[in-house]
């Protein structure tokens, strides 16, 4: 079992900044990829960014150039740094955790956070 824990949502001003902290915990030597997933009201979860135990990142377009991943494997954290944030950033961000065995992809999910993205 891994556990996640997030922290620094909020609200800001469009144009602002927020960095988002994801600690994880538990069975965390067979965690492949962690990320982070962001959800609005009527909406499928989407996927912001991931990063993989090599380093390797992979972002959304609708992100790319704004938001930054990134990792501390000391602490077993993974960061979102979020710069020029916009209203439509507005969402819940979960941090996901997953691992692969056999082909068989098993994943972990924290609370969510509030991001609120004011005019």
């Known amino acids: 079992q891994v556990q996640l824990v997030e922290s620094g949502g909020g609200l800001v001003q469009a144009g602002g900044s927020l960095r988002l902290s994801c600690a994880a915990s538990g069975s965390i030597f067979s965690i492949t990829v962690m990320g982070w997933y962001r959800q609005t009201p009527g909406k499928a979860r989407e996927l912001v960014a991931t990063?993989?135990?090599?380093?390797?990142?992979n972002s959304a377009d609708s992100v790319k150039g704004r938001f930054t991943i990134s990792r501390d494997n000391a602490k077993n954290t993974v960061y979102l740094q979020m710069n020029s944030l916009k209203p439509e950033d507005t969402a819940v961000y979960y941090c996901?955790?997953?691992?692969?065995?056999?082909?068989?992809?098993?994943?972990?999910w924290g609370q969510g956070t509030q991001v609120t993205v004011s005019t």
């Open positions: 990063i993989t135990n090599g380093g390797r990142t």
């Open positions: 996901n955790a997953a691992y692969y065995s056999f082909a068989v992809r098993t994943d972990y």
